[in-house]
């Protein structure tokens, strides 16, 4: 009803994605603010940053473009299109203006963003969780999310169960959201992390979903749309993000891996599990994936899937996982954290191979 | 009888599942399998043979490929059984009741979790076992939503992540009312069995160790058919034992009380 200067009404999907669409471009604007006021080597790093959470932005807002249940949005999506079109002018001029050698130095110091997948007792969180501490050890500012709904991130990273929830003022509830709640407005992505966030073993930054199972019943549908908003929003220069998604194909399916620019597949020693990973690489193609063997012994490679670390089976890291401790720090040195040690090099070597070949926007 | 099978991912639920089904069916009885995992494999722990299991079409995929649609009417349980049930060795019937392949599956999102619940509170369990292997996690659990006359199965390796799974899931099934709770603790050593049995206060079983599974699974054929007097195949013997003592009235086969 847009006649007679009347307010518009909306539903609560369309004021939802209202609202998403501000928190982004104000979580842009404080990308933006960064970028301009950094100076020496951190302006490069703060420009690079911009322009690849800009790519990801401009990704994902082609689809609510097209959508047709929001057609009432349409002068709202295009102007966000335009500001974020003009952002990435912004962007790419300040990146192109820098010389190489300030660019590829920016890109290896610009974060990984990973989401680990696979099937259940594959080794998700024990990769994730060591990752993570091991970036961290090499002075690198990194953010895990554990975004399964049963406790196990924690374990691996050596905090057990230590609550590392978004308290509730994190949290609003909203009609419009999946779940019925959502980041809390005003809130945005990197105040949320650095607010929220636990700090863990060797400085990592964490955050946890809610778990089934916890007296208040609620909490984990409450959490995970926030959680998913911060990791989606969540752009800081030189911060490494990784998610630890739940077992199997239902949260890749909804796309939990979206925020992502690299997808862990973790892979046991099992035919089931190798079946498992076969069916989740279409599910988040579109994305480039690596494959991690867990638990190696001497297998030949499961047909199809070579794996670029193979983690060996280790009675340490089993005994650890045992106890509910880190196996960073029930057995330093093992063969498997020498292999985490790997995919670590892999994960940070991969970066300059790709700013070797591939020209920023 | 129904029997919801529950645990973290890898802690055996659809080794101890597929075992079970077969003693019991080895014992006579009919079965019900249910996979009710998006990622479904509890085929192969029944001893279908690899290509069924990685190309079974599920009883959503079927019904959207037939071009059935979000907002038609469901056909019965009974009646998708027999539509889309495939015989197991040893008799067993087996359903998946869906299978997550492509970014664009839609209506698996919201379909796969209510599929369980109808099939596992739906499907009649008079006269036979209905025993569904849910999706790793506690959300599967929440769906299927057991009660008094259920047993719950909640399965343990002896790792923390799985025993605080396992406990959450006991909480759960006894705050919907289920009397008969087996922790399982499976690739266990007698203390791992204590230790579970105290962390979920419930009665608990050991499944132990056995290379003869873990072969099985790096094999992809199901552990029964390699070896079923192995170890592990007999501690689930005792399993199928404990499940028939918990309901004698329905082991023989008598009908089950209204739900």
Same mark, same amino acid.
């Given at each position: 009803?847009?006649?007679?200067?009347?307010?518009?009404? $909306?539903?609560?999907?369309?004021?939802?994605?209202?609202?998403?669409?501000?928190?982004?471009?104000?979580?842009?604007?404080?990308?933006?603010?960064?970028?301009?006021?950094?100076?020496?080597?951190?302006?490069?790093?703060?420009?690079?940053?911009?322009?690849?959470?800009?790519?990801?932005?401009?990704?994902?807002?082609?689809?609510?473009? $097209?959508?047709?249940?929001?057609? =009432?949005?349409?002068?709202?999506? #295009?102007?966000?299109?335009?500001?974020?079109?003009?952002?990435?002018?912004?962007?790419?001029?300040?990146?192109? /203006?820098?010389?190489?050698?300030? $660019?590829?130095?920016?890109?290896?110091?610009?974060?990984?963003?990973?989401?680990?997948?696979?099937?259940?007792?594959?080794?998700?969180?024990?990769?994730?969780?060591?990752?993570?501490?091991?970036?961290?050890?090499?002075?690198?500012?990194?953010?895990?999310?554990?975004?399964?709904?049963?406790?196990?991130?924690?374990?691996?990273?050596?905090?057990?169960?230590?609550?590392?929830?978004?308290?509730?003022?994190?949290?609003?509830?909203?009609?419009?959201?999946?779940?019925?709640? $959502?980041?809390?407005?005003?809130?945005?992505?990197?105040? #949320?992390?650095?607010?929220?966030?636990?700090?863990?073993?060797?400085?990592?930054?964490?955050?946890?979903?809610?778990?089934?199972?916890?007296?208040?019943?609620?909490? =984990?549908?409450?959490?995970?749309?926030?959680?998913?908003?911060?990791?989606?929003?969540? =752009?800081?220069?030189?911060?490494?993000?990784?998610?630890?998604?739940?077992?199997?194909?239902?949260?890749?399916?909804?796309?939990?891996?979206?925020?992502?620019?690299?997808?862990?597949?973790?892979?046991?020693?099992?035919?089931?599990? /190798?079946?498992?990973?076969?069916?989740?690489?279409?599910?988040?193609?579109?994305?480039?994936?690596?494959?991690?063997?867990?638990?190696?012994?001497?297998?030949?490679?499961?047909?199809?899937?070579?794996?670029?670390?193979?983690?060996?089976?280790?009675?340490?890291?089993?005994?650890?996982?045992?106890?509910?401790? =880190?196996?960073?720090?029930?057995?330093?040195?093992?063969?498997?954290?020498?292999?985490?040690?790997?995919?670590?090099?892999?994960?940070?070597?991969?970066?300059?191979?790709?700013?070797?070949?591939?020209?920023?926007? | 009888?129904?029997?919801?099978?529950?645990?973290?991912?890898?802690?055996?639920?659809?080794?101890?599942?597929?075992? +079970?089904?077969?003693?019991?069916?080895?014992?006579?009885?009919?079965?019900? !399998?249910?996979?009710?995992?998006?990622?479904?494999? +509890?085929?192969?722990?029944?001893?279908?043979?690899?290509?069924?299991?990685?190309?079974?079409?599920?009883?959503?995929?079927?019904?959207?490929?037939?071009?059935?649609?979000?907002?038609?009417?469901?056909?019965?349980?009974?009646?998708?059984?027999?539509?889309?049930?495939?015989? *197991?060795?040893?008799?067993?019937?087996?359903?998946?009741?869906?299978?997550?392949?492509?970014?664009?599956?839609?209506?698996?999102?919201?379909?796969?979790?209510?599929?369980?619940?109808?099939?596992?509170?739906?499907? !009649?369990?008079?006269?036979?076992?209905?025993?569904?292997? +849910?999706?790793?996690?506690?959300?599967?659990?929440?769906?299927?939503?057991?009660?008094?006359?259920?047993?719950?199965?909640?399965?343990?390796?002896?790792?923390?992540?799985?025993?605080?799974?396992?406990?959450?899931?006991?909480?759960? !099934?006894?705050?919907?009312?289920?009397?008969?709770?087996?922790?399982?603790?499976?690739?266990?050593?007698?203390?791992?069995?204590?230790?579970?049995?105290?962390?979920?206060?419930?009665?608990?079983?050991?499944?132990?160790?056995?290379? *003869?599974?873990?072969?099985?699974?790096?094999?992809?054929?199901?552990?029964?058919?390699?070896?079923?007097?192995?170890? !592990?195949?007999?501690?689930?013997?005792?399993?199928?034992?404990?499940?028939?003592?918990?309901?004698?009235?329905?082991?023989?086969? *008598?009908?089950?009380?209204?739900?």
């Amino acid at each position: 009803m847009p006649d007679g200067g009347q307010p518009v009404e $909306r539903t609560a999907r369309e004021e939802a994605v209202l609202a998403t669409l501000d928190r982004q471009a104000a979580a842009i604007a404080h990308l933006r603010e960064l970028a301009e006021r950094a100076t020496g080597d951190d302006r490069a790093l703060a420009w690079v940053s911009l322009a690849a959470q800009l790519d990801r932005a401009v990704r994902d807002h082609q689809p609510l473009l $097209r959508a047709r249940r929001l057609e =009432a949005l349409a002068p709202d999506l #295009a102007a966000h299109q335009s500001l974020l079109e003009r952002h990435v002018g912004a962007a790419r001029a300040a990146v192109t /203006a820098l010389d190489a050698d300030a $660019r590829r130095a920016a890109e290896r110091r610009h974060g990984r963003r990973i989401a680990v997948i696979g099937k259940g007792g594959a080794g998700k969180s024990m990769i994730s969780a060591t990752v993570a501490r091991l970036l961290a050890r090499q002075g690198r500012n990194v953010f895990l999310a554990d975004l399964d709904s049963s406790h196990g991130t924690g374990f691996s990273l050596g905090i057990g169960t230590t609550f590392a929830e978004l308290p509730p003022e994190a949290l609003e509830e909203h009609g419009g959201s999946s779940y019925g709640w $959502r980041l809390a407005s005003g809130l945005l992505p990197h105040q #949320a992390v650095h607010r929220h966030a636990v700090t863990g073993p060797d400085g990592v930054r964490f955050l946890t979903l809610g778990k089934i199972g916890d007296p208040a019943e609620q909490r =984990a549908r409450r959490s995970v749309v926030a959680l998913r908003q911060i990791l989606g929003g969540f =752009a800081e220069p030189g911060w490494d993000v990784i998610g630890d998604l739940e077992a199997g194909p239902t949260t890749p399916f909804e796309r939990y891996h979206s925020f992502a620019d690299l997808v862990v597949v973790v892979v046991g020693p099992a035919w089931r599990s /190798a079946l498992t990973a076969r069916r989740l690489l279409p599910i988040v193609a579109g994305t480039p994936t690596i494959i991690v063997t867990n638990r190696f012994r001497d297998e030949p490679d499961h047909p199809g899937l070579v794996p670029e670390v193979r983690v060996p089976f280790d009675p340490a890291v089993a005994e650890a996982e045992r106890a509910g401790r =880190a196996p960073l720090d029930e057995a330093p040195g093992s063969p498997a954290m020498v292999a985490c040690e790997q995919l670590v090099e892999l994960l940070t070597g991969e970066q300059d191979r790709q700013s070797d070949r591939e020209v920023v926007p | 009888m129904r029997i919801a099978v529950t645990g973290k991912g890898g802690a055996g639920k659809s080794t101890v599942a597929g075992a +079970l089904a077969r003693h019991l069916a080895g014992r006579g009885h009919t079965v019900v !399998a249910v996979d009710a995992d998006p990622n479904p494999n +509890l085929g192969l722990c029944l001893g279908l043979p690899q290509d069924a299991v990685e190309h079974m079409e599920p009883i959503l995929n079927a019904l959207l490929a037939s071009g059935h649609t979000h907002n038609d009417p469901r056909p019965d349980p009974e009646e998708l059984l027999a539509r889309y049930g495939m015989e *197991a060795p040893g008799g067993i019937v087996v359903v998946a009741t869906g299978k997550i392949e492509r970014p664009s599956n839609a209506c698996l999102c919201c379909g796969s979790h209510n599929t369980t619940r109808e099939f596992f509170g739906g499907l !009649a369990a008079d006269g036979r076992i209905v025993l569904a292997d +849910l999706e790793a996690g506690l959300n599967d659990l929440l769906w299927a939503r057991p009660g008094p006359d259920d047993v719950v199965l909640a399965i343990a390796e002896p790792s923390a992540k799985a025993v605080e799974v396992a406990r959450r899931a006991v909480n759960i !099934a006894q705050g919907m009312g289920v009397e008969r709770i087996l922790g399982v603790a499976n690739r266990a050593s007698d203390g791992d069995v204590a230790q579970l049995a105290e962390a979920l206060g419930v009665e608990v079983l050991g499944v132990a160790e056995d290379p *003869a599974v873990e072969k099985a699974d790096e094999q992809g054929v199901a552990p029964f058919d390699l070896d079923d007097t192995s170890p !592990a195949m007999a501690d689930i013997a005792r399993v199928a034992d404990w499940v028939l003592a918990s309901a004698p009235a329905e082991a023989q086969a *008598a009908p089950a009380p209204p739900r």
